[in-house]
T-cell receptor
Framework: EPEVTQTPSHQVTQMGQEVILRCVPI?????FYWYRQILGQKVEFLVS????????KSEIFDDQFSVERPDGSNFTLKIRSTKLEDSAMYFC????????????FGPGTRLTVL | EDQVTQSPEALRLQEGESSSLNCSYT??????LFWYRQDPGKGPEFLFT???AGEEKEKERLKATLTKKESFLHITAPKPEDSATYLC??????????????FGTGTQLKVEL
């Protein structure tokens, strides 16, 4: 069964450093998402991406964040200058172009900012 | 702004003891209500989508129902492997072009032998 994959599973970085989180969505999916979950809190929407454009973003997704689909399979989230409060699980999700709207999530990347 | 409230926060059941989890929501217009299962340190695993009041979906020991204000996830004769956090999420008609999901905080279910 096709799955969303994410790398790395755990990333440790120093405050102020840039990080890139990588995702491979399910192959026939056209809509891509990033969510995050701070420890003990709810899953929060960051950004959605379709047709090589951001279609929606949250207040969390400020100028320090960017997304890219550099080729036909990868979808990346970049944080330019990490802060302590960026420590969280980051989940990638994808869905097909149907009315079903079901999003399928990857296993997540745990980002720890020291 | 779409909102989702789940109760209880935590639930402990004996194996075979049926129960229900609640998800109350407010949304501009419901496009879909979603149930996910999340194991510790893992990503949400899709369970069900419900689109309109009165709709029901079943999968093994789980049954999800939907009204205009809330959804229930009924667990019949649970087993220890059903232990997980169950997340409810909504997608509103006015969420914007991206069809984002708004999640609740989840119900942490533990099923004991």
């Amino acid at each position: 069964e096709p799955e969303v994959t994410q790398t790395p599973s755990h990333q440790v970085t120093q405050m102020g450093q840039e990080v890139i989180l990588r995702c491979v969505p399910i192959s026939n999916h056209l809509y891509f998402y990033w969510y995050r979950q701070i420890l003990g809190q709810k899953v929060e929407f960051l950004v959605s991406f379709y047709n090589n454009e951001i279609s929606e973003k949250s207040e969390i997704f400020d100028d320090q964040f960017s997304v890219e689909r550099p080729d036909g399979s990868n979808f990346t989230l970049k944080i330019r200058s990490t802060k302590l409060e960026d420590s969280a699980m980051y989940f990638c999700a994808s869905r097909t172009q149907t009315r079903r709207n079901e999003q399928f999530f990857g296993p997540g990347t745990r980002l720890t900012v020291l | 702004e779409d909102q989702v409230t789940q109760s209880p926060e935590a639930l402990r059941l004996q194996e075979g003891e049926s129960s229900s989890l609640n998800c109350s929501y407010t949304v501009s217009g419901l496009r879909g209500l979603f149930w996910y299962r999340q194991d510790p340190g893992k990503g949400p695993e899709f369970l069900f989508t419900l689109y309109s009041a009165g709709e029901e979906k079943e999968k093994e020991r789980l049954k999800a129902t939907l009204t205009k204000k809330e959804s229930f996830l009924h667990i019949t004769a649970p087993k220890p492997e059903d232990s997980a956090t169950y997340l409810c999420a909504v997608q509103g008609i006015l969420t914007g072009g991206g069809n984002k999901l708004t999640f609740g905080t989840g119900t942490q279910l533990k099923v004991e032998l």
